[in-house]
């Protein structure tokens, strides 16, 4: 109770403060944002997972994280140069949340978009497994709230690991289903898709957490994806009773993320 009370009043000190861009709720947040893999589900090649990286990041500015202080990591960088992300290894995005956390440090948040597996999320060649994932977050950003979505096929199985009573996680599936929307010929996976269309209209992350399971639930119906991908989304204690505080700026735009295309059925 002492630690929620506390950041409780540091959330009320902001929140009275002059009303400036910089006093938002997200002002010394730090966040990351990755794509862990470039192929749809048949191996071809595909722009879904980074296409959900740049926007992502784009919306979280609109949200009121500083420009700089959000970090975007691919596993094929010099392929964007616009946005100029660092190369999807576990070891460079640890240092770069580490980074980043030491000069941000009222909160983080930790953003991944890829194929998954029982075992973990796939970042480029490799799995990582939910462990591994919660100890470089816990490591990263020790004793300060923090949101995760892990966005990838049986992404559930992140959900004991990461759980802690400052933490809100929210991913594009339960541990034993699969997720949709990584064809050659999408834009965005299904779940990216319903968080970015959501974040449009959502007043804190609660909402949009809310707002993506539901959308998500239509566009599988719609498309006749099943089994039903059932995103998932906890809050721990601590959090969920502040959460109303970090609101997003109203109105707002989302920029890049407002056009969206693709609707083809694909595995993750």
């Known amino acids: 109770m002492g630690r929620a009370a506390g950041v409780l009043a540091g959330l009320i000190l902001l929140l009275i403060a002059p009303c400036a861009r910089a006093d ?55 392929r964007y140069p616009d946005t100029r992300p660092g190369k999807s290894e576990l070891e460079t995005i640890h240092a770069g949340l580490r980074d980043l956390a030491a000069r941000n440090a009222a909160g983080c948040l930790f953003y991944i978009s890829s194929h998954g597996a029982p075992e973990g999320v796939q970042l480029d060649q490799d799995i990582v497994p939910p462990q591994l994932l919660a100890a470089m977050i816990d490591d990263a950003c020790p004793s300060r709230p923090s949101i995760v979505v892990v966005s990838a096929c049986f992404s559930g199985v992140f959900l004991p690991p990461l759980q802690r009573d400052d933490r809100m996680i929210l991913t594009a599936a339960r541990a034993d289903r699969a997720s949709f929307g990584c064809g050659e010929n999408d ?56 959460l109303p505080l970090y609101a997003f700026p109203q109105p707002r735009l989302t920029s890049q993320a407002q056009a969206r295309g693709g609707s083809a059925k694909n595995r993750r």
């Open 24 to 78: 938002t709720p997200f002002h010394n947040w730090a966040a990351v944002v990755v794509a862990g893999d470039w192929h749809a589900h048949s191996g071809k090649p595909s722009e879904t997972f980074d296409n959900a990286r740049r926007d992502v990041a784009a919306t979280l500015e609109g949200f009121g994280f500083p420009h700089d202080a959000i970090r975007q990591y691919s596993v094929r960088p010099k």
């Open 187 to 242: 834009k965005y996976p299904y779940f990216d898709d319903c968080f970015l269309s959501s974040a449009q209209t959502a007043r804190d992350f609660l909402a949009l957490g809310r707002a993506a399971q539901a959308c998500v639930r239509r566009k599988e119906v719609e498309t006749n994806a099943e089994p039903a991908s059932e995103p998932q989304l906890w809050i721990g204690p601590d959090l969920r009773p502040l």
